[in-house]
């Protein structure tokens, strides 16, 4: 199990590796706001 799990992460990619191959900027990918607001709509403190 302990090999399957970092086999896993090893192939995982990069946000912006991600990013690139869809032509987005790395916040879509990622899901940050950057207007101050959380996912939920509340600003976080």
Known sequence: MVRATFDALK?????????SKRGLKVQDV????????SEAGVIDA
């Open 11 to 19: 192939e995982q990619s990069s946000p912006r590796t991600v990013a």
């Open 30 to 37: 990622v899901g940050r706001r950057t207007d101050g607001a």
